[in-house]
Nanobody, 126 residues
């Protein structure tokens, strides 16, 4: 069953901004590592960003570094992905994921994530 619910996707013009939200459903994900992944048509799912709630450590894919920011809500439940200076190549379905891993360096690896959202479509026009 779906444990996470993404929202905030939609259409935006190149150079614009969009903010995605990920909220838990059925359980609390405090003290879990959280990540964002995306998948474009004809491509495999790729890592975008991740955050270790306990340590505040963040990781970003080279393609989004400097443009995207991952953060958590004050209640340590909701996780956000702020996307700025967006490009057409950012177009994809974005997925939120959660993991109980104790190794921060593994947050880039999709195999470490136990729970996934259903995804939200992000489209960037030229």
């Amino acid at each position: 069953q779906v444990q996470l619910v993404e929202s905030g996707g939609g259409l935006v013009q190149a150079g614009g901004s969009l903010r995605l939200s990920c909220a838990p459903s059925g359980r609390t994900f405090s003290n879990y590592g959280m990540g964002w992944f995306r998948q474009a048509p004809g491509k495999e799912r790729e890592f975008v960003a991740a955050i270790n709630w306990g340590g505040g450590t963040t990781y970003y894919a080279d393609s989004v570094n400097g443009r995207f920011t991952i953060s958590r809500g004050n209640a340590r439940n909701t996780v956000y992905l702020q996307m700025n200076r967006m490009k057409p190549e950012d177009t994809a379905v974005y997925y939120c994921a959660a993991t109980a891993t104790t190794t921060s360096s593994r947050l880039r690896a999709p195999d470490e994530y136990n729970y996934w959202g259903q995804g939200t479509q992000v489209t960037v026009s030229s």
